[in-house]
């Protein structure tokens, strides 16, 4: 077995035999070993204008592709700039991995370039943070940090590679397996069964499921979980929690609920903590987890009314759920299709909303047509960034997949999202909806997009404001007090040519299906600037 001329050339080998084939960077200093290195292993790297940008498009390439999507970037102010994004890859269990270029261990201490404490700042947003040692332990911190990325509960994962251990010469041969499966934590028979019984026992039972499970053979196991035990699996992933508007009414079935297995699910600030009205104040709480610190968390929220705990992951907590309904008769059928129907709710108002401004739309007839480009191909992919606007878009609209700003509410992730779409379901429809706030974070990955010929549709529901701040003012200080919000009615359209995509304006209803007809057709990255009307968010009740 060959032995790797140095620690980048063990990185970049033992990537290329994981199974990864592209990562999302950007140049400095302390990665060049790495960017030469990836030559040789036929890595290859899509070079974006921004650190956290690089992250970004790994949350949404892991969310797509179900493999750990991995971002290099430099050290130090790199490194700081990437980390930012880590958030919104932790709140949406998306399996990260970080590769940050570090100033050397032979110079610590002393005021290298670019020296940082970076293992610290990267700890509380990610599951593990190390510097790698040495050559010779490149490959094995590599591997240990692509299989603790997708094992539990997904989440991102830190490496720092200091450049002396990057062009330092190895001395062992590589690991001879590049195992990066995750590591299973079952549930045993016997506590599936234990939680079947005492959903069966209840009147109004719910499962719910946070982000990791519900995406591709996860989401799919769900489905399968509900028809065969007959009872609800919701899954959850949005910084408004009970009032998501992608789950209709399903805030008034929450509340009627007697028992709710949690399946993966955090008892957060998204469920109320399980507190009154959210939730009705003798529901019970079954919790399976693979973090054992959740049911230390449900225990100080709802105190006894957590029933039943068991730990394990949740694929192999769907899995074994499923194995127990084997001969099981389903109990709830009219609760079932109750908490459905409400989550299905739409108010039919929305159909005919218009907007009380001259040149201007109702989000809803700004995003209704979206639908049509969503229903032409099976791998259509929605991404759908924070603010009024991406409410609106996720109440409105559905596709085979979505890519979300999720529960850590951030918002600016969009565009890189929609640059990893492209790359991650080529020819199929990716469109992403954002806000003109939203447009601004990472406006030069248009940029990135047309460098490597990336097409996707951007429509900007743009009402010159950062309204969801706005809409806050108004409401907890009066219209009279609204500051800091404002923004030009800037020509989103133009900025996207400028950096070589398509662009076109919308101000009437009628224009937005020809130009989202354009906007697909061009095979470039294309925005669709729609002049909005600034409403709140939607709230669904019947």
């Given amino acids: ?19 990864v084939k592209r990562l999302f960077t950007l140049s400095g200093n302390h990665i060049m070993p790495v960017f030469d290195a990836c030559l040789d292993a036929g890595i290859e790297l899509l070079h974006t204008r921004h650190e956290a940008a690089a992250v970004h498009m790994a949350d949404a390439w892991a969310r797509l592709t179900g493999e750990p999507g991995v971002a290099l970037v430099t050290g130090g102010p790199g490194h700081a700039n990437a980390v930012s994004a880590l958030y919104t890859a932790s709140m949406a269990e ?19 370039f670019q020296e940082m404490r970076q293992t610290d700042i990267a700890a509380p947003l990610t599951k593990a943070a190390t510097l790698a040692a040495s050559a010779d332990s490149m490959a094995q911190d590599l591997l240990q940090a692509l299989r603790l990325a997708q094992s539990g509960r997904p989440g991102p994962v830190h490496l720092s590679l200091p450049t002396d251990a990057l062009e330092s010469a190895c001395t062992q041969p590589l690991p001879a397996q590049a195992d990066i499966a995750p590591i299973a934590q079952p549930l045993s028979a016997e506590s599936a069964q234990a939680c079947l019984q005492a959903l069966a026992q209840a009147r109004r039972p719910l499962i719910l499921t946070g982000p990791a499970a519900m995406r591709g053979v996860d989401q799919d196991a769900a489905t399968a979980l509900e028809q065969a035990c007959g009872i609800p699996v919701i899954g959850m992933q949005s910084p408004r929690g009970v009032a998501d508007p992608a789950l209709g009414a399903y805030a008034e079935m929450l509340a009627q609920a007697d028992c709710i297995l949690l399946l993966g699910k955090r008892l957060d600030f998204t469920l109320k903590f399980g507190k009154a009205p959210a939730l009705a104040a003798d529901c019970t709480f079954l919790q399976i987890d693979a973090d054992s610190i959740e049911f230390e968390r449900s225990q100080r929220a709802v105190g006894t009314r957590l029933a039943l705990t068991a730990q394990a992951d949740h694929r192999s907590a769907l899995a ?9 008769t389903p109990r709830h059928p009219a609760w079932t299709a109750e908490v459905r129907a409400a989550v299905a709710y739409r108010p039919a108002a929305w159909a005919t909303a218009t907007a009380q401004q001259h040149g201007r739309l109702h989000p809803y007839q700004a995003l209704a047509p979206v639908q049509a480009v969503l229903d032409r191909h099976p791998d259509a992919v929605l991404v759908a960034d924070g603010g009024e606007i991406g409410q609106w878009a996720q109440a409105i609209l559905h596709a085979p997949d979505r890519v979300l700003n999720g529960v850590a509410g951030s918002i600016g992730a969009a565009l890189p999202f929609a640059v990893a779409a492209s790359l991650a379901r080529p020819g199929a429809p990716i469109v992403a909806v954002m806000g003109d706030g939203t447009f601004g974070f990472h406006a030069a990955e248009i940029d990135t997009a047309v460098r490597y010929r990336l097409p996707f549709v951007v429509v900007v529901g743009n009402d010159a404001r950062w309204n969801a701040e706005y809409q806050i003012q108004v409401r907890d200080y009066g219209p009279e007090r609204t500051v800091g919000c404002e923004l030009l009615p800037t020509r989103y359209d133009l900025v996207t040519q400028a950096f070589g995509g398509h662009g076109s304006l919308v101000t009437m209803s009628e224009a937005v299906t020809p130009a989202l007809a354009q906007a697909r057709g061009c095979g470039l990255p294309a925005c669709v600037n729609i002049m909005i009307e600034g409403l709140p968010a939607p709230v669904v009740q019947r």
């Fill in 1 to 19: 077995m060959s032995v790797p001329r140095n620690g980048a050339a063990a990185l970049a080998s033992t990537l290329a035999a994981a199974g």
């Fill in 320 to 328: 074994a759920l499923r194995d127990a309904c084997a001969g099981y």
């Fill in 94 to 112: 998306s399996p990260v991995v970080l590769l940050s270029g570090h100033a050397p261990h032979a110079q610590l201490g002393m005021g290298a």
